[in-house]
């Protein structure tokens, strides 16, 4: 394939080697371990002084700290290379995508494996669906200088009433670097070098000003009730991966230290394939190689001769130079980035059963202002000299909302228990810090919806109970048989977590949870979870599914599979010295065995003709509506696999564990 080492990857100028990022539909990816690490230094100076004065418990302090940082990831620096089955003949009109396929086709339809086999067979042409790769040295040393000053006051009004005041200043300073190496994209002004003609990569926040409140008012009487509330203003600490580290779902800079200006520039390259509308040139078939029948540029000839270029740097901010390579993409850290913050309140009622229990309710909830959101804001092409250039910004918001109840069982007759139940709602833009693009730079409103990790309900039941001792035991031996044992269990029931369909960029035109019964069946190779006639792709050239290119869904508006699970330890003690008892157990997950699959952002295979998602909508354009061709609307995975610890993950099948401990 012309495996390519990135040139200058290192600061002596030697080479990176290794394997490079395959991916490949349906299959394991190879090569995600490239060299990388960093490197963190922390000092601080930290006083509180704390003393009483009549009612009140005063503390007040502050803290100086200075953090360094040196990140090197070269995570781009060997290439990343896509296969997705939709290059190579097979895939289109002459192939399995025929009226009348072949046998083979059929079989493959089938059996849910034919986009794998696609995938595979581009893979074996070397038609690739995209490819990346990062050439110079990423690597950065920045350092990050705050502080903070804070005065509490914990008063005790009165016997049934106590307050709790506070206020607290916050700096966070913005990261810098004394090897003048950061070049930051502004629109407007162009790359600019911190340290050479701008003094810092945002803008400092000098006026963080955080007052928090809370307090505890006791009931009157013999109602043993208690109500607790609180607000306060919380200050973020800026992450440094989005800056170094962010790892973008389309072809990008990974960060402010991927843009090909300044000291130590980064040039950040893709090639664009047969299947797509912008197509350049190809990097894997040889010169002369014809686009195939089927895709966006059937016919056009491949004229390229080495598969990637080498590092290249603009001599001009603009990239205007007519010397200046065209096309790199670029990052950018908005001259209007804040510090972020949050807003937390809560009010609860809690009232105890003497020593036997305590009951609580109440409402919690907080509001996230000023987070970072990262968008493409040449959508439109408003740069010509460059491809697509990342902004990180602080405009986005968040919001949560709970009612949450628990009731605890303090040793009773041997019994410690709890009862804990949620119901909640979370809603925010994005919710990682990284690897997240807005879909529409110019409207942040349209990505607005349940978080990804929004579980709607969700209940939990723990107990511990020690069996009462046996005084009718004759001996010592059958003492030691009958005594010393413990059972203990935790129950966990959660609603199913959402999955993105809006970057499927379809439209909803039916019930997508009509006709379904979410049986999982090991024959069809999953559950299917979502009717694909419900839905249509305006990407697919079908006159009979018209809209826009991003859909009409809203972001995360259906749910995944639900979560149940039991486990269960069973205990013995046996005491062999005042300090000294060996204890053996066996603990046993997912009693029931239950088949527990996947849920979340990607369990749900929703993907569209302009997403990445490799589980694409097969549109049936007599009938105008996606089909299960590909395992379309299909959740084929179980929650633990999914989450990357296959068989021993919680909620995975039946397992049981022997343990001896000596316990001393």
Known sequence: MGLFLSPDATNNGKPISGAPNLRISGFEQTGLTPPEGRSDLTWHFTDIVSHSQGAHQLRYGGEIRRATVDEFYHRRGTGKFVFDGS?????????????????????????????AAQALADFLAGDVFSSTIAVGNPERYVAVNAFNLFL??????????????????????????????????????????????????????????APRIGFAYRMGGKRNLVVRGGFGLFYDQINMNPFLDFRPPITASQGIQGNAFGASPVSTWQTNFCGQASYQWDAIQVPGFVCPQGTPNAGQVNTAGAIFPGVEACSDPNCAAPTDPKGLSAYSVSPNFRTPYFYNYNLQVEKSFGNVGLWQVGYVGSAGRRLNIVSNINQNDAFPNFGNILQLNTTGTANYNALQTVFRIRSWRGLTSQFAYTWSHALDQVSEYRAVVLDNAFDSKLDYGSGDYDTRHLFTVSFTYDLPRSSWASSRRLNGLVNGWQVSGIMNLHSGQPFDETRSYLNLIGNPFAGVNHKFSAANGGTLWVNPAAFCDPNASDPGCPGSIYGNLSRNKFHGPNFKDVDLSVIKNIPIKERLRLQLRADIFNLSNRINLASGAGSVAVGGNASPNFNTCAEDLTLHHCTSVGGFGMVSDTIGDFNGAPGLGPGEEFNMQLVIKLIF
């Open 87 to 115: 290059q190579g003949p097979w895939s289109g009109p002459g192939g399995c995508g025929a009226t009348s396929p072949t046998a083979a086709c059929a079989a493959l339809k089938s059996s849910n494996q034919l986009a």
């Open 152 to 209: 509490t006051d914990s008063w005790q009004v009165n016997s049934k009433l106590n307050l709790d005041l506070g206020l607290r200043y916050e700096y966070f300073g913005p990261f810098h670097s004394a090897r003048k190496d950061i070049a930051n994209f502004i629109p407007g002004k162009g790359f600019v070098v911190q340290g050479v003609n701008a003094d810092r990569v945002y803008p400092s926040d000098r006026k963080d000003l």
